[in-house]
């Protein structure tokens, strides 16, 4: 889906951003062929031998290894985990151009507000970070991180902060800067109740900057003193900035920006419940680690996840409530395409605890043995009620299937398959009896429940359709079928010499085509040539969106190249009534376009091969069918002639 936004301004950023210096920003690169080219070591996998190459020619990047390529569009959606248009934003604000009026997305107005809430909470998080540092005021703070093992390295990686006991304090800092109502849209400041004016939100509290995926705060969280805590025990332990603009609990996972590389490389992601958890684990190393906010993990969260990895360990402590969460999490992401694991640690203990009594390696070994979140299931219920009972086998049947049968989008599924298959073995049933009794199960349900199971899923399903519906950048790392090679070189064709799609879209269309990716992309260059543009590489690339398109688009182009397509047609060419023909492209069509008549043949042979035997006399309709076999195959060997 298109963003809306016209295709010259995408041009515009993309001449704005040299590819080498985006792509350096985030990797080392060394250049080759003159600086023509440039090489490194492949973000996108676990790369060893520099296999990543960027061209400042083609303003395009590819890894020969694992097989991702694009633009800078795609680099920043899939190095950053963005959407198109939030990848347009940054890298417009980097090349200096103001977003078009009215073109979707936010208006001129509400991208203002954005910015002013943006800079009063930079602005505020350098406040705080500078007071836990520097202060006299800040002192017990400080000593309250170091009797925790934070050391100067994590409170500046984290960007940790202090706000002293002033009511005020935070306000008379912004003096001259920002305004009150902006520190209270920044949800940094509340309204005193039953008078006008404000006061400071986080008095007296070890601050935690909660950044978002693009490394900007959009919150914070604050930890009362313990000694604070003592004089003011309905105080909140942990005070969270309540939800703004830019900040969502709901979507928004503490650390995403410091363990966002640690994610890709490790491929999995592991997900705690709170910043201190999740601090905690870095500081031991364990550095793909991301919390929640005070919310149990929600579809957005795991779409967000998803952009970067398909393994998710949730990590629950091991009491009662972490226990009743673990189980909560699973009727919601069951039918997720992702590796959902469930890892509880021992009763008691969280994962700090864990670590400072167990170890680094105990808990990277618990991690290792995480079961899948059916299996987890599996394993309570089992723990429950046993095995060695009939009503026991029941009891856990039943209760696995309640789960599964609230499960939204997961019937008739594979992963139903599997785990309906798995669950019959390990309760000792016919799969047939599992099956008939997770019917009655939905059926129940539907009657009674029917809304609440589709609750607040639409979202996440029109996002996941978004993700699972296209996976074409790696069509030329697998094995090709003969049409799919003809298509591809009829795609080289288009942009060797762009001018041919008039006769392409003449002689065929995208209807003629079987490979659903390039269909697609045919179609992309036929819109293109009618609204009156070339669809050239750099044209294609400019207003095409889909990263994975993208991909798929660079290794047309360099496959065009490497196969010297474009000296091939220009070698033959001939010009005829200001017209240039081009032989090869003529044969590209005809190949495609016969394959066509071979498939309206099948039926032809068939039908003749069920007469056979059942009459020695050839009737009129029989030698009308011969006649069009005899006429294309005459017709195809004299095309065979011809090519030699």
Known sequence: MQSGFPSDFKEQVRERTDIVDLIGESLTLQPERGGREYKGLCPFHDDH??????????QSYKCWSCGEGGDCFSFVMKIDGLQFIEALEQLARRANLDMPRGSGGLSPEQRGVK???????????????????????????????QERGYDAKIIEQFRLGFHPGGWEWLLDKARNLFSPQQLFAAKLVRERSGQSGYYDDFRGRVLFPIRDVNSRPVAFGGRVLPEDAKKNPDAPKYLN????????KSTTLYGMHVARDAIRK???AIVVEGYTDCIHAHRCGINNVVGVLGTALTDRHVATLKRFVKKVILVYDGDEAGQKAAERALGRFLAQEVDLRIMTLPQGLDPADFLEKEGIQSFQEKIASAPEAWEHKLQVSIHRFGLQTIDARQRILDEMLELVSVVPNFQGTIRETIVLSKLSQRVSLDERIVRKRLIEFRQRRQQSESRSIRFDNTNQNQQTNENNEFNAASLYQKERSKYDKQECELLEIVFAIPSTIEEIQQQISVDDLENKHLKRLLQFCFDLAEQGTEPSYSAVTAALE???????????????????????????????????????LTLAVQN????QQEQANEPLKSELAGRTGQSEAISDKDRSLLQKLNTFHA???TRKELNK
């Open 49 to 58: 031998n520099p296999s990543f190459t960027v061209s400042r020619e083609k």
């Open 115 to 145: 910015k002013s809430l943006y800079d009063v909470l930079e602005w505020a998080e350098k406040e705080f970070h500078r007071c836990l540092i520097e202060s006299p005021d800040a002192e017990s703070g400080r000593k309250y991180l």
């Open 241 to 248: 900035s309540a939800e703004s603009d830019v900040f969502s």
């Open 266 to 268: 490790s491929e999995a």
């Open 546 to 584: 889909n990263p994975d398109m993208k991909g798929l688009v660079a290794d047309i182009e360099h496959y065009s190249e490497e196969k010297g397509i474009k000296e091939i047609l220009l070698a033959d060419g001939t010009h005829d009534a200001g017209k240039t023909r081009y032989p090869f």
């Open 592 to 595: 495609i376009k016969r394959r």
């Open 635 to 637: 017709q195809r060997a």
